[in-house]
Every structure is written in structure tokens, then in C-alpha cells.
């Protein structure tokens, strides 16, 4: 081997020695740096995991159509007829009315139309006007209850049908109407009647979200015997009817 | 469901219906009642009253009576004012058992007969009326029954003639 040969292996050689040196040192930068990357990566990691951790379960917002149960605070104008006789005014009415809406289909018509058949309880108490005249009215009934005058109790149960519209937003427009077979005692001055009475309510109420307003309707008429002469042993009474009428204003509650 | 929901208004609309339904007034009856407003004052009564043994059927008070009422002081004496509030007031008794008059019951009125503490009996619990016009009126009570072992029959037809005194 002659000297420029071997001149040429040596600068070979330390060419090869020198770039195996880059190239080890790049390996070990780039074993830094992909230690320092997979810190980053595990950090990102680590706050994605944090970040898509099953967070708290958060209260699903109520439909316009979830709502369907729902209370009604009703104030009435009230009058109560006798068959015969004068008209009682009313003083003062008030009515709790709960009940529930049950839908006849899933999917609304036209994207806003509903119906359904709402069912509940219905309870009402009238106060009228005090007897016009001079009159020494027997005390026996309202010395016993410990209170006089002229008030009007109806416990009754509602269904009916309903229709819905959802126009916009969270606004729904109700119009109904309901029969509501009742129980009703009246106390007339002297002596206390019950009977059956089947009312009818028909109205609307306007609702947004979960508080509305409505107006309705109430009529009926029942047959009343005397309830002081049933609990006092002395037999049924002889029957005598009552009409009532009532306008109702009240606040609507969805739930 | 939907079907049973269907099927359930038609049902409900005629017990609704039928539950209404009823004759409430007549032009007749109407007119008994706008007859009846006004100051009564008893002028004759007759029946009988009779009381039997429930178990030996022996009669152990009988009295048949067909009487004139001429003066406050007879036993039968009422005089009464009934109005459209539907009180009927007492305003003088004959007998009047410690009662503090005038004083005010309600009463009741169906087409044909009167109700209320006033016009009922130990066991019946309403009077008939029997005739009405302007100035006069009879009134039938029909009171039977069984208390205390003893069978009761009294039967009543009392007449009364409108004052003059104003009603409401």
C-alpha cells in the first residue's frame, strides 16, 4: 500500500469516526428531545384526560313538552241560584286546581300543535254575600261549626281534553275544556246542603316556559238535601237545586 | 292507549250530558212559588192523629180534628212570611214552647212541595201543597212512622189566608 492510499484510508477513517460521533450526539439530543416531547405529550395527555373526565351530569333543560304537570291559582267571580229564589253574589272565590297533561302523540303537527287529555283535582271555596234584610235567623248550625253566613265548598275530580300550540320560543297557547264530577256543601244561614254537582270548566291559559296566565269558565247544577238533618237522625230532606256560575282568573305553574 | 283515549271521549261527553240534563223549573211551578211570597196566616185545620202499639197493634191515641182558627191563642195559630231569599219567618205562634219570635229558617221549594224545618214532621220532611192562588192557601202533611215501639199516624191539612201585610 502505497502512502497516498494510505493517507486516503486514514482521512476514511476519521471521516467515518467523526460523522458516527454526529451522529451518535444527534441521537442522544434527539433522546432529550423526545424526552422532553413525551413530558409534553404526557402533560398534554395528562390535561386532556383532565379536561374529558366524565364531567358533573348536568340537568337536561325541560322541553317546551316536558313540562306536564302543572298548578293552577285561580281567584273567581262567583254567583250561586237557587232553582227558586234570589241569586246569591259572591264575595270572595278561590280555586287550587293540580293536574296533569298527558300527550296523545310524540311528535308535534306542524311542528307546534298538540293534543292531550289533562286529569287532576279541582277544589274551590265561595264566600257570598250576607242575607239582605232583618231576620233572626235560628242559630243551631252556625253556634255548632263556631261560624255563620253563607259559604260554599266543591271537592271534585277533572278530565278533559286539550289543545296545545307552541308558536314560538317557549310560548304556549291551551285551550281545554273539562268535566269535573264534584263534591259541594253549601251553608245556607240556618242549615248546611251537599250533593253532587257535575261542574264544567272551559278555558285558555298563555304559559312561557314554566309560569303562565288563564281565564276559565266554570258552570253547573246539582240537586242538595240537607246535611244537618242526615248527621241529626232525621232521614233525608227534601231535595232543592243550585246552579253556580264562576269566572276564574288564575296563574298558571308548569313543572 | 290512544284508542282507549278515543273511545273514552264520546263516553264521557254523554255522561256529561246526562249528568246535566234535568227540568229544572216549569211555568207552573214558577208561578206556585211567586204565589207563595208574602204573609200567611193559619185559619183552618183538620186530620187525625193516631198511635198503635208496633207490637200489639192496640191503639193508644187516636184524635180526629176539623177545626176553625180563630184567634192568635189556638194552638194551630201560625202566622209566617215567606220571601224570595227563601226564609221563612215565624212571626207569631200560638204555641210557641219558649220560642223567641220572630225568628228565621230557611226553606225549600221544588215545583210542588215545601221543605225545611218549618214544614216537616217527626218523619216526613216536607209538606205538599195542595192549592194556592192570591188570597189562600192549604198545605198537607203526611207524617207516619215507628219510634220507641209505637207506630205513628198523623196526618194534617192545614189552611191559610194571605194578610195584608207587605212581603219582600
Known sequence: MNRTTRLFLCAAAAFLALSGTALASDGSTRGAKSRTDSLDVQTVTDSTVMQTAPAKPRKRTKGVWDRKKFMNLSYSLQTLAPYYGNECQGRVAAAIVNGRSIYLHKKPIAGMLKFSIDFGSDINYAQYLPLEGDYNLDSEVSDMLGFSGRHHLDVGLFIGPAVSVNPVGKLVITGYFRFVPSYSVVMMDTDIYHGFTPYFTYGGEIVWNWVGLGIEGRSGSGSYSSLTSLIGGGGTSMPSGYSTQALRMYLCFRF | ?168
Open chain 2, 1 to 168: 292507549m290512544k284508542k282507549l283515549f278515543f273511545l273514552a271521549f264520546p263516553a264521557l261527553a254523554c255522561l256529561a250530558l246526562l249528568s246535566s240534563c234535568s227540568i229544572k223549573t216549569t211555568p207552573e211551578s214558577e208561578m206556585i212559588y211567586g204565589l207563595l211570597q208574602g204573609t200567611w196566616e193559619s185559619v183552618h185545620v183538620e186530620g187525625h192523629d193516631y198511635t198503635t202499639n208496633a207490637q200489639t197493634g192496640e191503639v193508644t191515641y187516636q184524635e180526629d180534628f176539623n177545626e176553625d182558627i180563630n184567634s192568635p191563642a189556638h194552638p194551630d195559630y201560625i202566622k209566617m212570611r215567606l220571601d224570595r231569599n227563601n226564609i221563612v219567618t215565624l212571626l207569631e205562634l200560638g204555641d210557641a214552647s219558649g220560642m223567641t219570635l220572630p225568628v228565621s229558617y230557611a226553606y225549600t221549594f221544588n215545583g210542588t212541595q215545601l221543605g225545611g224545618v218549618v214544614f216537616s214532621g217527626d218523619f216526613a220532611n216536607c209538606m205538599t201543597i195542595k192549592e194556592i192562588d192570591a188570597a189562600s192557601m192549604t198545605l198537607e202533611l203526611v207524617d207516619k212512622g215507628e219510634s220507641d215501639g209505637y207506630t205513628t199516624d198523623y196526618y194534617e191539612l192545614i189552611t191559610f189566608r194571605k194578610t195584608d201585610e207587605q212581603d219582600n
